[in-house]
């Protein structure tokens, strides 16, 4: 499976605005059948399980290192 990476840049964007501009691109992979991941859907996640900034960096670059675009 084609494994797709989306990269955003963190900023003071309120996040209903950013869910805007990135559900688009996310859903139009994802409906292809393709793989993608998007830390903005995990942030919730991340604040559940007290992730330090290190770790959510952690998790995003093993998943961009197997990702085929980015």
Known sequence: MTKFFISYRFSDIPVKDLQKLIDPVYNLIK???????????????YTDNHYTA???M?????ELAGSDFV
């Open 54 to 56: 290190k770790q959510i």
């Open 58 to 62: 952690e998790d995003c670059f093993g």
């Open 31 to 45: 409906d292809a059948g393709c793989h993608v991941f998007c830390n903005f859907y995990k942030d919730q996640y």
